[in-house]
Structures are given as C-alpha cells and as structure tokens.
C-alpha cells in the first residue's frame, strides 16, 4: 500500500520569492511519483513526474521536484514565483509494477494552497 | 474538443432525481476513472476502466453506477444520493492503465444533491 502526506494545507509567498511544497510518501515497492495543478474550476494539470532514473525533474511553468529516497521526500520548487502560480497542489503515488487491482491507480495527497502575494 | 471534457460542469439534484454525468476523452486512451473530490479530503478514486472492463471499484455505494461503452466514453449514473455525495467528480483519462502513466484530467461537474 501507498500513502502520500503534503505538509501545509496552505502555503503564502511574496511574489519573486521561492516557492517550496512538501510532499512525503510511503510505499513498499519503488514508486512513482506526481506533482499535479489545480485552478479554480478546473481539473488536475500534470506539472512533473519522477517514474526511473535522474532524481531531479523538470516541469511545467519553471517548477522542479527532488527524488530522495533516503528522506522519502518528493518536494515541489520553483525559485521565483509568479501570481499566475496561485492555486491548488497535489502530490500524488503510484506504485511502479503493473499487476494486481491495487497497482496502477494514483494515491493523493490532500493538497497544498498556494497563495501569491503582490 | 480536445483532452477530456465532461458534461454537465454543474449539476443540482434532489434526493429521488436519477442523471447521469459524461466524460469524453479525444486522446486515444486505453484506460479511464472516475474520482471524487470533497473539501478537505483527498481525491478519491471511485472507479477504473481498462479496454472497457472495470478493473477497479473502490467500495463505492451502489447509488454510484458506471458504465464505459467505449474507450473514449465514460458515464457515472447517480439515483438516490445523499446530500454527503455532493462533491467536484472528476473523469480522468490515461495511455493505459499501469503505474508511472500520466492521467489526464477534465474539468470536472460539480454535483449538488439538495
């Protein structure tokens, strides 16, 4: 089984300043894991994903995630934000061998709001 | 239409009323979900099709039938809902069903039950 914890329900940013969501998970077997955006009125935007390979990833809109395994961290980064950035965040695992019911579906995080401030 | 749309964006239903929600992928996917999504709580996923074969039912009320003609529909028929199942319901759509498969989401009908 998988879980997935967000640290903070609510994140507040001047705007230019960095950006740092947290997301750690639990998993028996090697997962994967997601970043996904939310807007107002509007479904979930994949923003970056980390399936094998190099721990650091690249996403969407300037935002970055690290792979730590020995932390069992997946924390979201963006160095400079912007006000466009405000909105909903939402880590997210799935376990990485297809096979058995359980496999395959996606674990969310209850999410992180993101507000910009001017 | 592109990606994933989902029909009707917002809907208000008594406790007797029967309708059903829409979901449509232009993708080319082989798998599709429902979810939903309540305040303060994780998404939930409620069910799973692969190639049109439910794979997935996460002990979702019976008042809940899906129903996936093709790989590129998708139907949630509600009848007798509790005012708790008021909530955002997401269809989402993926290449196949499989960990590590990005899901594309739509935007969502978000349900009212009075």
């Known amino acids: ?118 | 239409e592109t990606g994933v749309t989902q029909t009707p964006r917002h809907l208000v239903m008594g406790m007797t009323n029967k309708k059903s929600l829409k979901c449509e992928q232009h993708l080319g996917h082989n798998a599709m979900y429902w979810y939903k999504q309540s305040a303060k709580k994780p998404l939930e996923l409620m069910f799973v099709y692969s190639l049109e074969e439910r794979v997935e039912n996460n002990s979702v009320p019976s008042r809940f039938s899906p129903e996936c003609p093709n790989s590129s529909h998708l139907f949630l028929h509600l009848h007798t809902l509790q005012p708790e199942d008021s909530a955002l319901y997401l269809c989402a759509s993926s290449q196949r069903w499989g960990g590590g498969n990005e899901q594309f989401f739509g935007p969502g009908t978000r349900l009212t039950v009075l």
């Not at chain 1, 997935?4 to 969501?21: F, N, P, Y």
């Not at chain 1, 807007?39 to 996403?59: C, D, S």
């Not at chain 1, 160095?79 to 019911?101: Q, R, W």
Request: proline letters at 4%.
């Open chain 1, 1 to 118: 089984a998988q879980s997935v914890t967000q640290l903070g329900s609510h994140v507040s940013v001047s705007e230019g300043a960095l950006v740092l969501l947290r997301c750690n998970y639990s998993s028996s077997v090697p997962p994967y894991l997601f970043w996904y955006v939310q807007y107002p009125n509007q479904g979930l935007q994949l923003l970056l994903k980390y399936t094998t390979g190099a721990t650091l990833v690249k996403g969407i809109n300037g935002f970055e995630a690290e792979f730590k395994k020995s932390e069992t961290s997946f924390h979201l980064t963006k160095p400079s934000a912007h006000m466009s950035d405000a909105a909903e965040y939402f880590c997210a695992v799935s376990l990485a061998n297809a096979g058995g019911t359980s496999y395959g579906k996606l674990t969310f995080g209850q999410g992180t709001i993101l507000t910009v401030h001017p």
